[in-house]
Structure formats: C-alpha cells, structure tokens
C-alpha cells in the first residue's frame, strides 16, 4: 500500500523520535510513504489566528502536490491533519474557495485526495490482523493511558474517522493488539495547553498537569500521545509542573508509534527513546521477556 | 447591577449577527445554556466565559467582546463548538474575534499577535518552521528577551533543535504563496 506523507516540521525537530518510529512501523507492515517533496509548514495555528486565506493555501500547497501523484495524505501530527482536513472541507464546499486556493499556490487542487491521520492509516487500512502479526514483543502488563487530545477528534462535523468524539477507542484497540493494557481514564481528549504552556505558562500548565494527574490516578505506567505538541508539553515539561505542584509523576510519554515499533522488536535506540526528557527506556526494557525466554 | 442601555447598540448586534453568520457561527441560536463554558479548559483564566462572550455579542457589546482576554485565552480545542445543543459553533466565534481584534488594534494580549507573527515569517522565509529565528524574533518584539531560552541547550542536547535553517528545495514557491496573500489583501 502507499500512501503520501506529510511530516511535518515537529516530526523534523522536537517531534523527531514520531517519525523514526513512523517510518519504523510503515516498514513493518509493508506501508510505502512517499514523503511529499518539497513539503511545506502547514501554517499551524498561526496561520489561522492571523490569515485565513494563508491557513488555506499553505496546507493546500502538500495536498495538491498529492493530488497530483492521485495519493491520499497520512499525517502523523493532529494538529497539521486538523488544519489539512479543514482546508479540504472548505474547498470542497465552496467552489470560490477552491478558486481562489489554487490561484494563490498556483497549482490545481480540487480536493479530491483524502486526509488521515497516520492512527487512522494503521488501524483502519493496515489493520490491527497485520499489525497484531508484527508483534513479537508484546507490551504485556503495560498499562498505557491512550491519550487522543483534541484534533483527532473535534471538530466532529469535519468527519474523523474514530467517531466516538468524547470515548475514542482506535488507540486503545492498537495498543491491545500490541498485547498492552489500555486504561480506563477520563482525560483521554482533553487539552494539553497546547501554546499556552509556552506563551503564559501560568495559565496554560495546569492542563499538562491535570492531565498527568488523571493518567497516574488511574494506574497508567505512561500515556501513549499522537501529536507532537502535546507529547512535548507533557514530557519536556514534566520537570516544571513537579516543582510547581511538588508532584514527581515520572510518567515516560510515548509516541504510539513508538510503542508499536517496540512491540515489532525495535531498539529503544533506533526509534530515538533517549530522546526523551523523562526518562523513557528502562520501562519498556522488561517487554517481551517473557516471549523470547 | 450595572445599567446598559441597550438601544444604541442593537444594530451593532444586528450588524455583529450577520457577520458571525457569514462564517458559519449562528449568535442568535444561543440560549444561553453554558455547556461552552462548562466544558472550555480556559474558562478560569478568561475575563469573559465563552457564554458571556457569546452574550456580549447578542447584546451588541461587540468592543468588550474584541478586547477581551477570552478571546486570545482560546485554544481551539473545539470542546465548545463538539458540544453546544444548539450548533453555534463558539470556536470559531473566537477566531472571527481574533481576526477583528487585531483587525482594530485592540488585542488584550498583543505578545500572541507578535508569536505567531514571528512564526508566520519564519515559515515564510524558510517554508518550514525554523525555530531558532522564530524565538529570536518573538523575544526581541516582545522584550522578554530569556523567555523559554533555557530550553534552547535542553532541546540541542537531545538533538531536538536544528541551528541551520531547513531548506524545502521548493524553489521560493513558498515565499510566492506568501506574495500572492498578501496582494490579495491588498497590502
């Protein structure tokens, strides 16, 4: 199967050991990902607070340079898949729309390609039969808090493949097929903080924070993220909310990429888990012992 | 209880009615209910609730609508717009807000503006993100010349911050794109 890749530029960064473990995966399970070339920022929500039309055109650029090859687009950051989707609605609805996005990046795009988010690409279209039958070292008694955050799900009228908006479940099925344990918790699309954390810390770190906290009441060893913002506010700045709330939750963040690539026997070191600021690896060290004894 | 008359600003609520639905957003649908609120993670840090803003509007108070906090304190995690019985699609209320705020030049929280501006140029000028020059810029403009600089050495240790600017190889189509916007506006 292949399929168009949107990286992204956290995955380029500060959301590197997403792609590693991404690409790890996709080759797994026989996943071609042609990586759109010369792809650009989708514009993120900067784009959205300050131009309209620039937060259409900018996504619009990727998916008409798909379009073009006849691909449709897997995009591991929510946020950038969020912003694609949108861009896709509104051209689709609104053929003035369409004209205009196609004059601005000077390219033909009718929307005729479909967005997904990379969760979306393995457990609807690879399938959790084939990915269950990669798994060789099964994440058993690993208790993970599946955490979906906001643009997997909402805005529901955009058309998101899980469509249980406030109790998704596709996460918490892949994480059962790699044998782990998902945990019931009520934090599951609540949001992060997302800029707030950066822009006014004060007032967007009690987010991160309650977050944490629900994934730890509800006996989860880690919280499996599938955007790189929120992976980043929950891991790098972990160190910041124990001081602030005196509450050491020493709670590793994983990519559920990264969890998926560890079940079908990758390194902790080839998918970049040092990468991590809480220390991430020495808690899935102990997985598929009991397999490989 | 404070007093206002509401006469004179009733055709700024006809006015502010209209606009909202020429993006989708239905003011005159809300009734008021508060499930917005109820569910808005930003709620606290607000001036005005997300329910209140919506009231504003109604009531044609559109100036303390534009100069509110509420409106930059707003994440778009869409919780409000996923929830309201009535579909008045509050989220994208507060971006139409935002738009007109600094529109006006009213923004409560002006350092936002200055952010995303500074991470809209470095998109422009290098077709990704190039975080090293958008943090230079956004703390410059912004005065807060150490803000989140400490997490600079932690992200280059992890080898999570590029210090060269990416290059796309898209042959300046990027900063075209950006050209052609900005014609449009006419600016």
Not at chain 1, 129 to 149: D, S
Not at chain 1, 247 to 267: C, H, K, Q, R, V
Not at chain 2, 20 to 38: E, F, L, P, R, W
Request: proline residues 5%; negative net charge.
């Amino acid at each position: 199967m292949k399929i168009a890749y949107y990286p992204g530029c956290s995955l380029e960064t500060t959301g590197i050991e997403f792609h590693l473990s991404t690409e790890y995966c996709a080759k797994k399970v026989d996943l071609e990902l042609w990586e759109i070339p010369s792809w650009n920022c989708c514009g993120a929500s900067s784009a959205h607070t300050l131009d309209h039309l620039l937060s259409l055109a900018l996504p619009a650029r990727n998916l008409a340079i798909a379009e073009k090859e006849g691909l449709d687009v897997a995009v591991p950051c929510a946020a950038c898949y969020t912003h694609f989707k949108n861009v896709e609605a509104e051209v689709r609805q609104n053929e003035e729309v369409q004209q205009e996005v196609a004059q601005v990046i000077d390219m033909d795009y009718h929307a005729t390609n479909n967005t997904k988010s990379i969760l979306e690409v393995f457990v609807d279209q690879v399938g959790l039969n084939a990915i269950g039958a990669e798994v060789k070292k099964p994440l058993e008694g690993l208790k993970v808090a599946c955490y979906y955050g906001c643009f997997l799900v909402r805005p529901p009228k955009l058309g998101h493949f899980d469509d249980r908006t406030e109790d998704p479940q596709s996460m918490d099925d892949l994480i059962t097929a790699l044998g782990g344990t998902p945990v019931e918790w009520p934090h599951k699309t609540e949001c992060c903080g997302a800029g707030m954390v950066t822009l006014s810390p004060e007032n967007g770190l009690p987010l991160s924070y309650e977050l944490l906290r629900a994934a730890q009441l509800c006996g989860a060893d880690c919280i499996a993220a599938a955007c790189p913002m929120c992976q980043m506010n929950l891991d790098l700045r972990q160190e910041e909310i124990k001081k602030k709330y005196k509450a050491d939750f020493n709670l590793p963040i994983y990519y559920f990429t990264e969890l998926m690539a560890l079940s079908f026997g990758a390194s902790p070191k080839e998918i970049g888990l040092q990468k991590h600021f809480v220390e991430s690896v020495s808690l899935v060290a102990e997985i598929g012992r009991k397999e490989t004894a | 209880m404070q007093s206002i008359e509401l006469t004179a600003t009733h055709s700024a609520a006809k006015d502010w009615e209209e606009k909202m639905k020429a993006d989708g957003v239905d003011i005159s649908a809300c009734y008021q209910c508060g499930k917005c609120t109820a569910g808005c993670p930003m709620a606290e840090s607000m001036d005005y609730t997300t329910r209140q803003v919506v009231r504003l509007l109604q009531m044609g108070l559109v100036d303390e609508a534009l100069r509110s906090n509420s409106i930059w304190f707003c994440l778009s995690c869409q919780t409000c717009s996923t929830r309201c019985p009535k579909d008045v699609d509050p989220a994208k209320m507060m971006e139409v807000l935002r738009w007109e705020s600094q529109k006006q030049g009213v923004a409560a929280m002006p350092n936002v503006i200055i952010f995303h501006k500074a991470f809209l140029e470095a998109v422009k000028n290098n077709g990704r993100l190039f975080e090293v020059e958008m943090t230079m810029k956004n703390n410059l403009r912004s005065r807060d010349l150490f803000n989140n600089v400490d997490l600079g050495p932690k992200m280059m240790f992890k080898g999570k911050l590029q210090m060269l600017p990416p290059r796309i190889g898209d042959n300046g189509e990027v900063k075209k794109l950006f050209e052609r916007v900005r014609e449009r506006r006419g600016g």
